[in-house]
C-alpha cells in the first residue's frame, strides 16, 4: 500500500508540474459551460418544428450526432498530427505507426460524442454534462489504474483496469493508438513512451475495433429508441 501511495502521489506531482490538470479543468469547464448553453432543446421546445415529418426523430439524432463528428474528428487528427510533426522537429522522431493510432483517436472521441447523445435523450442537459464528465475521469482511472498495476506487477489490478478501459472503450483505444504509436520502440525510451499521460500501452488489436464499433451501434440504438419515446 505504501509503494501505490508514494507512486500515486509521484504521478499526481508530475502532472500537477507539467500543468495537466489545469488544462483539463479548464477545458472540462468550458465544456459544461458550453453543453449547458446549447442544449436542453426539447425543455426550450426548440425541437418540435424538426421532428415533424419529413424530418423525423430519428434523422434528427443521427444528422446532430454527424454534425459532432464532423467537428471533433478534424480537430483530433489536426491536434494528433501537429503534435506528432513538432515531435519530430524537436526530437527526430516518428511514430511506429501513424495512421491506425490517429483513426483509434478519432474513433475515441465518436464514442464520447455518441455517449453525450445518449445522455441527453435521457438527463436535464447539466445532469448529461456532469455524467458524461464522470465517465470519461473513469476512463482515466482505469488507464491510471493500469499504470499502477505494470508497476507493482498486479495481476488482478491490470486485469481490473482493463476490463474498466473496455467498459467505456474511448479508453481502450487511447491505450492500443499509445501501443501502435510505440510498437518498435525499445529501451528506456519506448517504457517511457508506453507510459502515457492517462493510461499505459495495451494491446487492443482487431478486437477492439470490432468491439468500439459495436459499442458505437448500440449506443445509437439506445439514442434513437429513447428519443422516439420521448415526450416533446
Known amino acids: 500500500m505504501t509503494a501505490t501511495l508514494t507512486i500515486a502521489g509521484y504521478g499526481l506531482r508530475e502532472a500537477v508540474r507539467r500543468k495537466v490538470f489545469v488544462v483539463v479543468c479548464v477545458l472540462s469547464v468550458a465544456f459544461v459551460v458550453l453543453y449547458w448553453l446549447v442544449r436542453g432543446d426539447a425543455e426550450r421546445g426548440l425541437l418540435q418544428p424538426l421532428v415533424v415529418r419529413p424530418v423525423g426523430r430519428s434523422t434528427v439524432l443521427i444528422a446532430r450526432f454527424l454534425g459532432a463528428a464532423a467537428v471533433c474528428v478534424p480537430y483530433v487528427l489536426a491536434l494528433y498530427f501537429a503534435t506528432m510533426v513538432l515531435t519530430h522537429a524537436e526530437g527526430s522522431w516518428w511514430p511506429d505507426r501513424i495512421v491506425t493510432p490517429g483513426l483509434e483517436l478519432a474513433g475515441g472521441v465518436l464514442i464520447v460524442a455518441a455517449l453525450s447523445l445518449l445522455g441527453s435523450v435521457f438527463l436535464s442537459p447539466v445532469a448529461n454534462g456532469i455524467a458524461i464528465f464522470m465517465l470519461f475521469g473513469a476512463g482515466l482511472v482505469a488507464g491510471l489504474l493500469g499504470n499502477i498495476g505494470h508497476v507493482l506487477n498486479s495481476h488482478g489490478l ?13 479508453e481502450a ?15 528506456l525510451t519506448g517504457f517511457l513512451l508506453r507510459l502515457g499521460p492517462f493510461g499505459g500501452a495495451e494491446q487492443g488489436g482487431f478486437g477492439l475495433r470490432l468491439w468500439a464499433l459495436a459499442y458505437l451501434a448500440v449506443v445509437g440504438a439506445v439514442a434513437v429508441a429513447g428519443f422516439q419515446r420521448r415526450d416533446l
Open 173 to 187: 483505444l487511447y491505450q492500443d493508438a499509445l501501443r501502435g504509436i510505440t510498437e518498435n520502440t525499445s529501451g
Open 158 to 170: 491490470i486485469h481490473a483496469a482493463k476490463i474498466a478501459a473496455w467498459a467505456v472503450p474511448f
